[in-house]
């Protein structure tokens, strides 16, 4: 089946207060966002790819990759979550799947897609790439202290790619918005419609750019895994 990558960049990247949305700016000789679509671009195993912006957006014609002929381009939503409905009605092919990944995670490896495109066999329902939570974890209590330990063997930081069929995704993502469930990532919808995606370990470098102190350590691991 046909493997689509669905890019949500409709953000504003507000938490960044910087003057550009948080996926222009600049990183390794290019920007943020520019990073991410040429990993995805550059994956022999990938066909399409769908890029959602903001309506506003006055950034993305200028990239090179706008040009790309694997590459579309959709108008977002208010939400993440939003976005990726928008894309993802744009593909009428039903037997596709699809990988949604974050524009603000520029360092993701091809070795990482090719491990999640590969778990599709033990997770034919779909899985996502995640890194098992290293430091001991507490639950806080409202006054500010310390709750509990929680045990920390059973918990993974989510990250993106998410990996799962369209046909699938489309309807649990629709429907979780209407039911009122916060979406924060496609497996929660997914969880909620009844499926348990699977966890593909994952590089705990694929972090997501969302504060200004994010960007060098992105510099640094793109730097690091291109040497
Ligand atoms: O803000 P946050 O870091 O959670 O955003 C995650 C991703 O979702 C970013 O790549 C951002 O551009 C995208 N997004 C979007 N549409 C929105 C909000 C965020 O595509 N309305």
Same mark, same amino acid.
């Given at each position: 089946?046909?493997?689509? +990558?669905?890019? !949500?960049?409709?953000?504003?990247?507000?938490?960044? &207060?910087?003057? #550009?949305?948080?996926?222009?700016?600049?990183? *390794?000789?290019? #920007?943020?966002?520019?990073?991410?679509?040429?990993?995805?671009?550059?994956?022999?195993?990938?066909?399409?790819? @769908?890029?959602?912006?903001?309506?506003? =957006?006055?950034?993305?014609?200028?990239?090179?990759?706008?040009?790309?002929?694997?590459?579309?381009?959709?108008?977002?939503? *208010?939400?993440?979550?939003?976005?990726?409905?928008?894309?993802? &009605?744009?593909? =009428?092919?039903?037997?596709?799947?699809?990988?949604?990944?974050?524009? +603000?995670?520029? #360092?993701?490896?091809?070795?990482?897609?090719? &491990?999640?495109?590969?778990?599709?066999?033990?997770?034919?329902?779909?899985?996502?790439?995640?890194?098992?939570?290293?430091?001991?974890?507490?639950?806080?209590?409202?006054?500010? #202290?310390?709750?509990?330990?929680? !045990?920390?063997?059973?918990?993974?930081?989510?990250?993106?790619?998410?990996? @799962?069929?369209?046909?699938?995704?489309?309807?649990?993502?629709?429907?979780?918005?209407?039911?009122?469930?916060?979406?924060?990532?496609?497996?929660? +919808?997914?969880?909620? +419609?009844?499926?348990?995606?699977?966890?593909?370990?994952?590089?705990?470098?694929?972090? &997501?750019?969302?504060?200004?102190?994010?960007?060098?350590?992105?510099?640094?691991?793109?730097?690091?895994?291109?040497?």
């Amino acid at each position: 089946p046909k493997v689509i +990558a669905v890019v !949500p960049a409709a953000g504003i990247g507000s938490r960044m &207060k910087a003057e #550009c949305p948080k996926q222009y700016l600049p990183l *390794a000789d290019s #920007c943020i966002l520019a990073v991410t679509l040429d990993v995805l671009l550059s994956h022999p195993a990938i066909d399409e790819v @769908f890029v959602a912006l903001n309506a506003d =957006d006055q950034f993305f014609a200028q990239l090179p990759q706008a040009q790309h002929p694997k590459l579309h381009q959709v108008i977002g939503g *208010a939400e993440r979550v939003d976005s990726v409905i928008a894309a993802l &009605k744009q593909i =009428d092919d039903a037997v596709s799947w699809a990988l949604v990944h974050d524009a +603000a995670r520029p #360092c993701l490896t091809h070795a990482d897609i090719d &491990k999640l495109l590969a778990s599709r066999e033990q997770y034919p329902q779909g899985a996502i790439l995640a890194a098992p939570v290293r430091d001991t974890m507490k639950r806080a209590r409202k006054d500010g #202290c310390i709750d509990t330990t929680v !045990p920390r063997d059973a918990l993974w930081h989510a990250l993106t790619p998410q990996f @799962f069929p369209t046909a699938t995704l489309l309807p649990a993502l629709e429907q979780a918005v209407q039911a009122g469930v916060n979406v924060t990532d496609e497996a929660s +919808a997914m969880e909620w +419609a009844g499926v348990a995606p699977g966890l593909v370990s994952g590089r705990a470098d694929n972090i &997501k750019v969302t504060h200004p102190d994010d960007l060098p350590l992105a510099a640094l691991y793109l730097a690091h895994h291109r040497s």
